[in-house]
């Protein structure tokens, strides 16, 4: 899968999206980034914390997909951004943050549908 192509055609789909970016099991950034105009909400070191902890939290979920099946996704809310995990196969991690009033079922069915049509 061309993964900068994917995380482009996510923040395409909606200007809510604030962030989209493909990262390895070691939290490298394998592509995408900030939408053009934004700037992030943390410094450079407190973003590479937060992707080391969802690594780490996909990491963990691995173990509990014998009992429960494979996760999808995971989310959290903050006052000010909702954050989104999806877990991509060969061993990468899809992050996104939106705005705080991003209709959460529309983001997750987005990209579920785009990770799907870049599939075939």
């Given at each position: 899968m061309d993964y900068e192509r994917f995380c482009s055609q996510i923040l395409e789909t909606?200007?809510?999206?604030?962030?989209?970016?493909?990262?390895?099991?070691?939290?490298?950034?394998?592509?995408g980034g900030m939408r053009e105009g934004l700037e992030s909400l943390l410094s450079e070191?407190?973003?590479?914390?937060?992707?080391?902890?969802?690594?780490?939290?996909?990491?963990?979920?691995?173990?509990?997909?014998?009992?429960?099946?494979?996760?999808?996704?995971?989310?959290?809310?903050?006052?000010?951004?909702?954050?989104?995990?999806?877990?991509?196969?060969?061993?990468?991690?899809?992050?996104?943050?939106?705005?705080?009033?991003?209709?959460?079922?529309?983001?997750?069915?987005?990209?579920?549908?785009?990770?799907?049509?870049?599939?075939?």
């Amino acid at each position: 899968m061309d993964y900068e192509r994917f995380c482009s055609q996510i923040l395409e789909t909606d200007p809510k999206i604030r962030f989209a970016s493909v990262y390895d099991e070691w939290a490298v950034r394998l592509a995408g980034g900030m939408r053009e105009g934004l700037e992030s909400l943390l410094s450079e070191h407190m973003e590479n914390e937060l992707v080391n902890l969802s690594v780490l939290d996909w990491k963990s979920r691995k173990d509990t997909a014998k009992m429960l099946g494979k996760t999808k996704y995971s989310m959290a809310e903050y006052d000010t951004i909702k954050r989104f995990s999806f877990y991509l196969g060969n061993d990468n991690l899809l992050l996104i943050s939106t705005e705080k009033e991003a209709d959460t079922d529309v983001v997750v069915d987005e990209i579920i549908e785009l990770y799907n049509k870049n599939q075939n």
